[in-house]
């Protein structure tokens, strides 16, 4: 089954596959020692031992506006900053000028991080702290931490290619250059993952190419060596936010069927968090990482029987049974032809009003 899945899932020739980069990142790492000083780095995992002097390196500058508006900003979202995400759309420091417009963050996002203008001031403080503080200096100085992170991604890795057996199992390409962040002093809490620009948009389709960014889970484990979980990256998650680049245009095509099933939030229970529409395309992505790590050879664990684990489970089994066999038969081309009867695995419509 799975060899015929394989070859069901060639791409079209005419498309570009995605591409995935494991890496440090000079804007976090910098944001990482801004977050250490305004005392909300979290104690796990510890910094790297040649990192360990940070606090005292850079006690002078505790008082820098940047740190100062990190801490405010922090505890005002219990640790919870966006700012983690709109770099993301910047350059590397010190410059951090724009490289993707404004517009492609989320509302949301700035409006936590205080609105337009605290984000402008707040950017022009950690432009000032890049410059003036040394961070970058020091960062650079030991960059032998970031090689060995590096190395140890790639040995987890194993050679293997996560996005060509994601994008296979979609039957289709899609446009994403994803870079998975090693975190050597940042770390991080809710925010973790985004897509610039992001894929749903209610004025019509977005084209890419999508620059998605995660910030993955690490640790250094008792030998001091970086160990990121990606010898099962279907189980870690890094790659979920993938899954939206094709979740979200379904959810603007097939919008009707999608929001004739918006009564069965009530019946998922308080694991359906927001709108209708996330919590859907929650079940729907979680549905389909399932079925692609057990295609890796590494399947997720069970989460019990609750009302959003069994509809996860429910989906997952109807991408089993008919999607799967469907697609090596050729019944199904790809992912995109599936989307009516995966929303119907959801639960049945509600009745017509009178």
Known sequence: MIAALLLAAALPAAAAPSTLTVDCDPRLDLL?????????????PPLP??????ETRFAAWKDH??????AATAARLDGHETF???LTALSDPPELAWVAPRRALSVEFVAKAGGDAAVDAFLRDLRDFARRSGAMEWLKSRSGECREARAAARLELGGRDPLALLEGYLGRPLDARVRLTLPLVYTRRMYTHYIIPYPYS??????????V??????????TGRPRFFLEAPFQSGVFQEVYYIVAEPAYLRH???????????AGLGEGCHGVWQNCALHVVVQALNRRVAALDGRGLPEHGDDPV????????ARLETDYEPGRAAGRYRDIDDFWPRLIDALGPPAPPRD
Do not use: C, N
Not at 49 to 54: E, F, I, K, V, W
Not at 203 to 211: A, C, N, S
Not at 255 to 265: G, I, N, Q, V
């Open 213 to 222: 960014s995660a910030v993955i889970k690490h640790d250094w484990g008792e």
């Open 309 to 316: 684990p069994a509809a996860i489970k429910r989906l997952a």
């Open 255 to 265: 919008k009707k069927e999608f929001e004739a099933r918006a009564h069965l939030a």
């Open 202 to 211: 209610p004025d019509g389709p977005v084209k890419g190419p999508f620059r």
């Open 32 to 44: 990482g020692v801004v977050q250490t000083l305004a005392g909300w780095r979290l104690s796990e």
């Open 49 to 54: 031992r040649s990192m360990a002097d940070l």
């Open 65 to 70: 506006p940047a740190v100062k508006t990190y």
């Open 84 to 86: 983690v995400l709109i």
